[in-house]
């Protein structure tokens, strides 16, 4: 695929100042284990070799690092090939104690010397990366010992005077302070949910309660997010402990729940979970508490190390691939005097944190717990857990009747365009969030037909429970635009006299939103407040950098790739092209390229010929005489007229004749069903939340002022843009649109482009510009935490 020119100036310029002739780079990971780590690696490996340098493998930690010998191995572009998708550490992890010893390091010193390594990248938790930082502090020390002791020459403590240091945080807890997501993290969460799903079912069945205990010994993220994710019932964290006379309050809200009708209670205990007194709850003790109070057949699960295993999800696999690639890059624009830094992910941007503040704001976190002052351990922890506890606790406890105060609002809810996982878990939290704030909730299905048709009804609280987990949509969705129906829709707005509209849908959504404030001058009932939430999986809607359903469409790619990666490691020299969905929006092929390892992805927006088709055969054809004996091409469905998937299959069946063969896969509709990953629940939870506060004030203004919505910004879409939650009018984002091929005129995610074709053996043009001076960290960038990246 041609890379597109870009100016002779900086940019390339950039690209080529870093070159990496002559350096040395170690990579090693250290601490527990999480998914993703082998992703981190993998990046770091390829892109050294890249650049020109020569990169190591450190085996087992600090553990290889001080035992040295065959535990520090030149690593080759091969030698990385097939790991994206497994789970774990390939080159292993280990705890070392004498690493924690001046010994220990200087026999670590000693071993990195031999073959020059001066350049460390290590991947692991808030110790390990604290260990390395002391490392670097000791080296001048630590090789000036050496040589005295006439273990190494003068001339090598001149040489390697210096010791840079770069961290990724691979941790499934999320518990470091500066970074938005930890690598493991979303993967961790994916297995909890692949769990709580599975004992939903048999919960149901047998009325049954449940007690969940997830990982987070001092942080409670991963038991927050899952609560939100599924709707538990009640949730214990480290951060935020009950009330005094909680057991009491629990109980109450248990058996409320079960007179509402519901089967099953879930209940999820953070394994660091205590009591306002620092003291800790087990999930036994909530066990037996429950069974003594209320009776109720009662059973505990413990996860355990399961958090920890399977394969690495889509989000993790890029999220680590993009912090390796930028983390040699910091590397091998270090100098003597550049502190360690950390690689963070925020506002969709891979940023430079010193370690060492990083460091002790994790542990301030800590501190406040200890000192038991809870409130501030929450803000340390950042607006996202904020927000997240505040809808939780928003979504899980209904206040009685008597206390709501009534806004005699009626606000609809309806689903537009494609079904995309997560629309029901949006639906779910706008219908309590509603009725929470004191409005009349309407459910309409079948999109703006069914409107027409008047199939349009109230929704209660308990309606929408258990919505989270279910795919597609429950209120039925469809493609048609409200065009032909306005005067039906208008008529059905009056019977029901409906006074603010949320649509949560694709393009179609954002389409028909249009039509409705086009129409506002011909029918009254149109002026309310609309707001549009995008969900899509292809990503194309304007005005969001991500579209609920998109994550859980781009997971369905990535593992069916891994299946068919494997089927074509069997087979020996067999390249697969496959045909991904997303319209005119080469998102999903692009990131399901970068997620799934693939050797080149054609898109719509990046214009390719036969030239560009005639390289990347070339390039396979290369590729079948080392040892990774199989190809993977990505396509987007409209990603060309001519050049279509049989067409691009036929082509390298007849130019690799006698190298390889070709087939061909085209994944379909499977990539809009399925259960919404957690991901999409929790995004489509809290957008759905942000939208409807918006659509309470708005209705309080009106109020008021008594007046009616025809202004631009009465009608909006909310997205995530760059790292803020922003509402943006319809009228501001029609300039930003392509009408005919359905997608915003500028992506951000264009500029991972070139991240795959480097890691797939491409030479291409790379933007470093964006790549940053350390940043510092201060207080208040923890509250301000992207809520985008973590959402």
């Not at 870093?18 to 993703?36: F, H, M, P, W, Y």
């Not at 983390?327 to 370690?355: K, M, Q, Y």
């Not at 365009?417 to 929470?436: K, L």
Request: charged residues 25%; contains cysteine.
């Amino acid at each position: 695929m041609s890379t597109p020119s870009t100016p002779q100036g900086s940019l390339r310029k950039l690209l080529e100042h870093l070159s990496g002739a002559g350096k040395a780079i170690g990579v090693l990971t250290s601490g527990g284990d999480a998914q993703g780590m082998n992703a981190a690696v993998r990046a770091v490996v390829r892109m050294g070799i890249y650049v020109g340098a020569k990169v190591y493998f450190i085996y087992e930690g600090y553990q290889g690092m001080v035992d040295g010998g065959s535990n520090i191995v030149e690593a080759t572009w091969d030698s990385v090939s097939s790991i994206l998708q497994m789970g774990g550490t390939i080159i292993g992890s280990a705890r070392c104690q004498a690493f924690r010893t001046r010994e220990g390091r200087l026999k670590a010193a000693y071993n990195l010397i031999q073959p020059g390594i001066t350049n460390l990248c290590v991947i692991g938790g808030d110790g390990s990366l604290t260990g390395a930082n002391i490392f670097r502090k000791e080296w001048r020390g630590l090789l000036e010992e050496l040589a005295k002791d006439g273990k190494i020459d003068t001339d090598a403590v001149k040489k390697y005077s210096y010791l840079n240091i770069v961290g990724m945080v691979g941790s499934i807890d999320n518990d470091f302070c500066g970074t938005d997501m930890t690598i493991g993290t979303d993967s961790a969460l994916h297995r909890i949910i692949e769990v709580v799903d599975a004992i939903m079912t048999t919960a149901q069945s047998h009325q049954r309660t449940f007690v969940l205990e997830v990982m987070g010994r001092h942080c409670g993220y991963l038991a927050l997010v899952s609560a939100l994710a599924c709707g538990a019932d009640w949730v214990f964290l480290p951060e935020y402990p009950p009330e005094e006379g909680w057991e009491k309050e629990m109980c109450m809200k248990l058996s409320e729940n079960r007179a509402r009708k519901k089967r099953l209670n879930i209940i999820i205990v953070a394994e660091g979970a205590i009591d306002s007194q620092n003291r800790p709850i087990t999930s036994e003790q909530v066990k037996e508490l429950v069974v003594k109070q209320l009776g109720y057949d009662t059973r505990v699960t413990i996860l355990g190390h399961v958090q920890r295993g399977g394969t690495p999800s889509a989000f993790d696999r890029i999220l680590a691939s993009r912090m390796g690639v930028e983390a040699v890059i910091a590397l091998l624009e270090a100098t003597p005097d550049t502190p360690a830094s950390v690689i963070s992910l925020s506002e969709n941007h891979a940023r430079r944190l010193p370690l060492m503040e990083c460091v002790q704001m994790t542990q301030d976190v800590q501190k406040a717990m200890d000192e038991r002052n809870f409130k501030k351990a929450v803000q340390l922890r950042g607006r996202n857990f904020e927000s997240n506890l505040k809808i939780y606790k928003q979504l899980s406890n209904k206040l009685p009747d008597d206390q709501i105060v009534k806004t005699n609002c009626n606000v609809a809810v309806i689903n537009v365009g494609a079904p995309a996982a997560g629309m029901n878990a949006a639906v779910r939290a706008a219908v309590r969030v509603g009725i929470s704030e004191g409005h009349k909730m309407f459910a309409v299905y079948d999109s703006f037909e069914g409107f027409s048709k008047g199939q349009i009804k109230e929704i209660g609280w308990t309606d929408v429970g258990g919505w989270t987990g279910q795919g597609g949509s429950i209120l039925g969705t469809k493609r048609a635009l409200p065009g032909k129906y306005l005067e039906k829709i208008a008529e059905q707005m009056r019977v029901h006299s409906i006074s603010a509209l949320l649509v949560i849908g694709g393009f179609e959504g954002y389409e028909g939103a249009l039509m409705l404030a086009e129409a506002r001058n011909r029918h009254e009932e149109f002026c309310i407040p609309i707001c549009i939430l995008p969900a899509t999986i292809s990503n194309s809607v304007p005005g969001t950098d991500l579209s609920i359903g998109s994550d859980t469409g781009l997971n369905v790619i990535t593992e069916t790739c891994d299946r068919i990666k494997q089927s074509a490691s069997g087979t020996k020299r067999r390249v697969f092209i496959i045909e991904t969905m997303g319209g005119y929006c080469g998102y999903l092929a692009n990131m399901g390229g970068l997620a799934s390892g693939a050797d080149a992805a054609y898109i719509f927006e990046e214009p390719f010929d036969i030239r560009d088709l005639q390289a990347n055969v070339e390039h396979l054809t290369e590729k079948m005489k080392t040892t990774i004996q199989r190809g993977l091409v990505l396509r987007n469905e409209n990603c060309s007229e001519n050049y279509t998937t049989d067409f691009i299959c036929q082509l390298y069946s007849e130019e690799g004749k006698g190298v390889f063969d070709c087939r061909k896969n085209v994944l379909g509709h499977m990539q809009q069903g399925g259960a919404p990953s957690p991901f999409d629940r929790n995004f489509g939870t809290k957008l759905s939340a942000k939208a409807m506060h918006w659509i309470t004030t708005k209705l309080k203004e009106s109020r008021e002022k008594g007046k009616r919505f025809v202004t631009d910004d009465s009608v909006c879409l909310l997205g995530i843009s760059k790292r803020n939650v922003l509402f943006q009018s319809l009228a501001e984002l029609r300039k930003e649109t392509d009408f005919e091929h359905r997608i915003p005129k500028e992506q951000w995610w264009l500029k991972l482009r070139p991240l795959m074709k480097i890691l797939a053996k491409y030479k291409t043009s790379y933007d470093v510009s964006d790549s940053g001076q350390l940043e510092h960290m201060h207080h208040h960038h923890a509250h301000e935490e992207s809520e985008s990246a973590e959402f």
